[in-house]
């Protein structure tokens, strides 16, 4: 299996552009979360969907910030207008279908954003 | 509210040496607990996992990590550590029946000297 496919790696872009960011959850797997990570914050959960569907985006920092998932094979997560302190690394994971909780959540190798 | 705590920013121990990277967690009812590892520019490596059973959990890389219900813990451990060990580690927590999210602590970074 190819893992979780994030696109793309590195993204430098300047204050007030629009920035796309991609996600291929592994195949098979139902639900999707987007996280991020900065050095002052650590790691923040998002947004997760379940079955395509958002459950809880909550940790959507602002309204900037908006993420979609039109089918079980794609993700995206957009922020606009982008910001200085919107740089951060953006991972993806995806887990199995399952109602106990224990699956485990796999996550993709990340895009580092930087706005300038 | 689940939590989880990892007291330690930096753990330093000799290669060879034995290791632990300390967790502890507060959260109803019997947790599930999950370790990753980040290697520099990469996402998050699953490493192990406590759902239920032996409180005892061997994983990958040779890391193994127990859970202590009376403590609200689970430290990571190796009996001999490699420099090639050298990043940085995450637990995480999750409810039982809850809609799948894990809450992260801080992460710990160690590291291995030769």
Redesign the interface.
């Known amino acids: 299996d190819a893992g ?1 496919i994030q696109s793309p790696r590195h993204e430098v872009t300047e204050m007030g552009q629009e920035v796309t960011l991609r996600c291929k959850p592994i195949s098979g797997h139902n ?1 999707l ?1 987007w996280y991020r990570q900065t050095m002052m914050r ?2 923040e ?1 998002l947004i ?1 969907f ?1 079955n395509n569907v958002p ?2 985006d909550s940790g959507m920092p602002e309204d900037r910030f908006s993420a979609k998932m039109p089918n079980a094979s794609f993700s995206t997560l957009k922020i606009q207008p982008s910001e200085p302190r919107d740089s951060a690394v953006y ?1 993806c ?1 995806s ?1 199995k279908p399952g109602t ?11 895009t ?1 954003l930087t706005v300038l | 509210a689940q939590s989880v705590a990892q007291p330690e920013d930096q753990v330093n121990v000799a290669e060879g040496n034995p290791l632990t990277v300390k967790c502890t967690y507060s959260v109803s009812g019997n947790p599930y607990l999950f370790w990753y590892v980040q290697y520099p520019n990469r996402g998050l490596q699953f490493l192990l996992k406590y759902i239920t059973g032996d409180n005892l959990v061997k994983g990958s890389y040779g890391f193994e990590a127990e859970f202590n219900k009376s403590q609200t813990s689970f430290h990571l451990k190796k009996p001999s550590a490699l420099v090639s060990d050298s990043a940085l580690y995450f637990c995480a927590v999750r409810p039982p029946g809850s809609a799948r999210q894990l809450t992260f602590g801080s992460g710990t970074q160690l590291t291995v000297l030769p």
């Open positions: 979780v639900s979360f650590g790691l959960l997760y379940n459950i809880d991972f994971a887990t106990s909780g224990s699956n485990t959540q796999y996550f993709g190798p990340g580092r």
